[in-house]
């Protein structure tokens, strides 16, 4: 998201979450507040991706503090009466996506943790109140983690085949 710092300063700046893990979602929300937001197809800035961002790094379990954080946050939002209609009509539908979105954003983070599927059972089944994961939603992130990792080693042997790797011993393509 790009702001105006006229804005930045109004809302009193970022969102203040552990980790700063979904700040700049409610912090988007309370910019657009009085003048909606803006979108452009066009580029404006450019973003990079690395291993040391917070995204790739962070302790897991800051990241779900501020997801439940977020969770309140967007209840409390959602709890508001705007006075235009269109913005009533569609807070009926955000009410009602609230949960889900929250739950989704939990169970990611599960799968994404760098933990084996052993790992994801045993750390989260211990942790599944304080956070609301049911056990099915621990099992669903467990089966995610699987899936994700067959999609990684399937990526590797497509690099491999692109860049004409043989298997040792026969000579064939792998």
């Known amino acids: 998201y790009l702001y105006r710092t006229e804005t930045l300063r109004k809302v009193g700046g970022y969102y ?11 912090t988007s929300y309370l910019a657009a507040m009085d003048h909606g937001i803006a979108h452009t197809n066009e580029p404006l800035f450019m973003y990079r991706q690395s291993a040391l961002t917070l995204s790739s790094t962070g302790n897991i379990m800051h990241k779900m503090d501020a997801i439940m954080q977020e969770g309140v946050w967007l209840e409390a939002f959602a709890a508001r009466a705007p006075s235009n209609e269109v913005d009533q009509l569609l ?10 979105f929250i739950q989704k954003k939990k169970i990611r983070t599960i799968c994404s943790s760098g933990d084996g599927v052993i790992g994801i ?8 109140k304080k956070y609301t994961l049911s056990v099915s939603e621990i099992f669903y992130a467990a089966a995610m983690r699987v899936v994700e990792k067959r ?3 399937y990526v590797f042997i497509i690099v491999l085949l ?7 011993g026969n000579g064939e393509m792998i």
């Open 91 to 100: 807070l009926v539908s955000i009410r009602r996506e609230i949960r889900k």
């Open 151 to 153: 999609k990684s080693v």
């Open 121 to 128: 059972l045993f750390k989260w089944f211990g942790r599944r």
């Open 16 to 26: 203040k979450l552990p980790l700063a893990w979904a700040s700049d979602d409610i």
């Open 162 to 168: 692109s860049q004409g790797f043989m298997i040792p």
